[in-house]
C-alpha cells in the first residue's frame, strides 16, 4: 500500500470513527422521549392483578359516540389513593389519583375515564426478581379505562369534583378516537421524573407516564380541538422526583443480562432492587420508596428502567421527592 492510499484508509477509519460517535454518543436528548409502540402487547401470564383492571368498562374499550350537536360537559376529578389499611394517611401526603369526568346533555348519562396500572403500582415501580429468570421482571403495563358513570360522593368528598369546560359532540369524539390510539401505543406505567435538581430551570431526564399525565394529555387533546377549560382553584398533581447528575444509558435487558461481560453491572441492577417489594400495597411502597431514599442516598446511586431500557442515575441531594404542585389547564 502506498503512502497515499494509507492516508486515504486512515482516514476513512477517522470518519467512520466520527460517524460512530454521532451515533452512539451524539448530543442525548432530554428528556428522553417515551417509546410509543404499535400495539399493546399480551400479558405475560406471570403478572397476575390483585384487582381486576376496568372491571366495568367496555369489553373493547370501546366510548359512546355523542350527537355531533351534543354539549358534553367536562370535569376535573381527584382523590387521595385511600388505602383500606391505612384510612387517608396517603392523601396527607398528598398522593393523588386523578381522571376526567364527562356528562351528555341530550342523554343526561355521564362517564368517567382514568389511566393506571394494570397490576397495581407497585408492580410498575419496581420489578419482580424471580429465582429462575436473570433479568429483573416487569409488570408494569398500564391503560385506559372508561366506563359508564361518576360516583360523585367518591371524587367530591375528600378530593375534587370541578366542571372545567364543555366540549361539542364532535370535539368528544374526535377526542375519543385520539384515547383508543393512545392507548394502543402508550402502554407502560413510569413512576418517576428524573431531573437535574429542584429549581425551575433544572433539566428534565426523564418525564414520568402516569393517571396525571394522561388527564394532562386529554386536556391539551381537547384545548387543541377547541375547547377552552378552566378552574376556579389551583391544579395541583402528585409528582415523584428524583434528583440526579446527567444520567447515563447502560443498555437494554438482553444486552445487559445476556452478556458475560456485563455479569458485575447485571448483578448490581438485581442487587439495587432486591430490598424492593413490587407486590405490595400503596402503603407498603411509601415505605418501600424510603427504603429506596436511603439506598440512593448511601450509594448515590439509582438504576432507572425506561422504554425498556437500563439507565444509570448518579444521584445527588435531595435524591426523592413526593411534590403535590400546580401544573395550569392547558
Ligand atoms: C403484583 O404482581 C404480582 C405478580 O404478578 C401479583 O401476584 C400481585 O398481585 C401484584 N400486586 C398487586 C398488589 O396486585
Ligand atoms: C386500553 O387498553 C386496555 C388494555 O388492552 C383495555 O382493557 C382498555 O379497554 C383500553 N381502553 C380504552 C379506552 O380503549
Ligand atoms: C352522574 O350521574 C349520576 C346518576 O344520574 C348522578 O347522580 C350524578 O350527580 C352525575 N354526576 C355528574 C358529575 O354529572
Ligand atoms: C373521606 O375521608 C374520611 C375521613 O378521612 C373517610 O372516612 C371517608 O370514607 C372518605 N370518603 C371517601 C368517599 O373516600
Ligand atoms: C432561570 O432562567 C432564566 C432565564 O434564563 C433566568 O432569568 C433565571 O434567573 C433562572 N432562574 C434560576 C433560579 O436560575
Ligand atoms: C437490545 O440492544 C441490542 C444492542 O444495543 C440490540 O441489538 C437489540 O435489538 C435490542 N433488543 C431489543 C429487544 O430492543
Ligand atoms: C399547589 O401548587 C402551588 C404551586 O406549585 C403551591 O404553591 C401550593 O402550595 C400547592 N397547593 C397545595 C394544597 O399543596
Same mark, same amino acid.
Given at each position: ?14 470518519? #467512520? ?69 391505612? !384510612? ?60 359508564? !358513570? ?10 375534587? #369534583? ?24 402508550? &402502554? ?51 409528582? &415523584? ?27 448490581? &441492577? ?18 418501600? #420508596? ?31 421527592? &413526593? ?5 395550569? #389547564?392547558?
Amino acid at each position: 500500500m502506498s503512502l497515499r492510499e494509507v492516508l486515504a484508509c486512515v482516514k476513512l477509519l477517522l470518519l #467512520l470513527h466520527v460517524v460512530a460517535e454521532l451515533r452512539s454518543d451524539g448530543p442525548q436528548r432530554w428528556p428522553v422521549p417515551y417509546r410509543r409502540f404499535d400495539r399493546r402487547p399480551p400479558v405475560d401470564p406471570y403478572c397476575e392483578a390483585f384487582y381486576p383492571f376496568c372491571p366495568t368498562g367496555d369489553r373493547d374499550g370501546r366510548l359512546p359516540r355523542m350527537r355531533d350537536s351534543d354539549v358534553v360537559s367536562v370535569y376535573r376529578l381527584q382523590t387521595p389513593v385511600w388505602e383500606f389499611k391505612y !384510612g387517608d394517611a396517603l392523601g396527607k401526603f398528598h398522593i393523588m389519583h386523578d381522571a376526567v369526568g364527562f356528562s351528555s346533555l341530550e342523554t343526561g348519562a355521564n362517564y368517567t375515564m382514568e389511566w393506571y396500572e394494570l397490576f397495581q403500582l407497585g408492580n410498575c415501580t419496581f420489578p419482580h426478581l424471580r429465582p429462575d429468570v436473570f433479568a429483573p421482571f416487569w409488570c408494569n403495563q398500564g391503560a385506559a379505562c372508561f366506563f359508564d !358513570g361518576i360516583d360523585d360522593l367518591h371524587w367530591s368528598q375528600n378530593g375534587t #369534583l370541578e366542571k372545567i369546560g364543555e366540549v361539542t359532540g364532535t370535539q368528544f369524539n374526535a377526542m375519543a378516537q385520539w384515547v383508543q390510539e393512545d392507548n394502543q401505543t402508550g &402502554i407502560y406505567y413510569e413512576t418517576w421524573t428524573a431531573r437535574s435538581d429542584p429549581g425551575p430551570n433544572a433539566t428534565v431526564w426523564f418525564e414520568s407516564y402516569d393517571c396525571s399525565q394522561f388527564v394532562h394529555r386529554t386536556y391539551r387533546k381537547l384545548a387543541q380541538l377547541g375547547a377552552k377549560l378552566s378552574s376556579r382553584s389551583q391544579t395541583n398533581y402528585t409528582k &415523584i422526583y428524583l434528583y440526579s447528575g446527567e444520567p447515563s444509558y447502560l443498555g437494554n435487558e438482553s444486552a445487559i443480562f445476556g452478556q458475560p461481560a456485563l455479569k458485575n453491572l447485571a448483578l448490581d &441492577i438485581r442487587r439495587f432492587y432486591h430490598p424492593f417489594r413490587p407486590h405490595q400495597s400503596i402503603f407498603d411502597l411509601a415505605f418501600s #420508596l424510603l427504603e429506596a431514599y436511603e439506598e440512593v442516598v448511601m450509594d448515590k446511586s439509582f438504576y432507572l428502567y425506561y422504554n425498556f431500557e437500563y439507565w444509570h442515575l448518579p444521584m445527588k441531594p435531595p435524591y426523592v421527592q &413526593i411534590t403535590y404542585e400546580e401544573v395550569p #389547564l392547558p
